[in-house]
């Protein structure tokens, strides 16, 4: 079975998307070679978005490894509208683990630790990162277990921009691959007033039949949890099932056709949402080189306490993902339009969600980054009448540098500042305003043993 990198959904710097090297190796490019990769077999109506494709798997190995990283920041997490610089330093052990076995593969990473803070409404804290693939290969059949948790101090959108404690494990070619989840599966987060640590889990599950070289139908499950620790904000239950239809037109363009159903619920909230979308894909891959995946059509959604009269919506839905990889530069851009489960704040939003990375090899051992987010949650009007009107624009951008020390080390440096306009006022910790700036300078440090084979 073919090892998978997951490289097409935006990444902070540590993580390249150039393909994995062998252990004994440093590398002085990031350009992918289409020679040493098999190419990615991920199916273009399942969950995952596509990669540039995986190099053979050697051996079954594990890392361990640590990691410290410090942020510096303008404001409070808890009162964003007052100004006041804090640091917040987290501390955290590291583990990768890719075992390989005839017709499976699990790949495992995790990080967890602790962060502590000067700002007191933050205080001392935990945090843990997993991600958990289970993957079987029967020829004709595949079939996947995927593990999406988080539990963190803020909202996961853009938490910890270029650094390494943006994903667990250990980052760099080592890691084993992500599951990289389609925004669609999984519970939104994308304001970022939505204060206090947060629990975040999905839990899905794939399989994929191929009738004949090129026709395939794949069939998925999800089922996605997004719980605050304080009062204040929404907590979501969502289930996911999808069908879809795989055409391939060639080696490199495939066409397809998915069906869709979400159904979120709300903690002690009699709302109810069931959405339903059908989409038409379109997908391309060049191994080692483009990853590019488009879905677009209708989206029904139905509620089962109507909102200003009405018990049901019809829109547009669609999305995109694309990464691409040049000689000394990496690109990934991913966006996405639909209903989402409205991110703590809302029973329900319409959500368009951008974001970008791109990467530069500067030198043999320097690289500079670049990264950019977007998300407008918009109210479907469905908590109150107050909330009607309500939408959120969230955006954060930066840019960084890093290094790596010998083969086992790595150092980030990086600025981000992260910008939310509303159209209402939002009131926290007693301070009400519009808009929200926070600038965010980080230094971040990674080591991690060298592969440790296990067969």
Known sequence: MAQEEDSSKPKPAARTYA??????????????????????????????????GSPELRHSYWVPGFQYGNFVRSNTLSQPTTSGWNTTSFV?????????????????????????????????????QLGLIEAFDWRRWLLSFIDQFSYLPQTQFGFAALSNLATPGIAGSLGAPLPNLQPNY??????????????????????????NPRGSVTISGSYGVLRFVEGGSIDTNDTILSIGYN??????????????????????????????????????KITGRMALQLFAGPEVTTFRVPSGGATHKISASGSANLTYAFRRNNLSLAYNHDVAGGGGQFTGSTLDQAQSTINHQLSRVWQSNLTFGFARTTSL?????????????????????????????????????????????????????TNYLQHQI?????????????R
């Open 19 to 52: 393909p994995p090297l062998d252990a004994d190796q440093e590398a002085e490019s990031d350009q992918p070679s289409a020679d040493n990769l098999n190419p990615d077999i991920r199916p273009l109506t399942g969950v995952q978005t596509p990669t540039l």
């Open 92 to 128: 955290a052990g590291t583990l990768s683990l890719l075992e390989a076995w005839n017709r499976s593969q699990l790949s495992l990473n995790y990080s967890g630790g602790g962060n502590f803070s000067t700002d007191k409404s933050q205080g001392n804290d935990s945090f843990q």
């Open 442 to 454: 980080s230094l971040s440090f990674q080591w991690h043993t060298r592969p440790l084979v296990l």
């Open 247 to 284: 055409y391939a037109l060639s080696r490199k363009d495939t066409i397809g056709v998915l069906y869709r159903f979400s159904e979120f619920r709300y903690v002690g909230n009699p709302q109810a949402i069931n959405d339903h979308v059908a989409q038409l894909a379109y997908g391309r």
């Open 381 to 433: 009007g469905l908590s109150s009448v107050s909330q009607a009107s309500q939408t959120f624009d969230s955006w954060f951008t930066g840019g960084g540098l890093s290094r790596p020390f010998g083969r086992t080390a790595n150092f980030t440096f990086g600025y981000t500042a992260y910008i939310q306009n509303s159209r209402l006022p939002v009131c926290a910790a007693g301070t009400c305003g």
């Open 186 to 211: 999984q519970p939104n987060q994308t304001i970022f007033t939505s204060i206090g640590p947060r629990y975040s889990n999905s839990i899905t599950s794939e399989i994929a039949y191929s009738f």
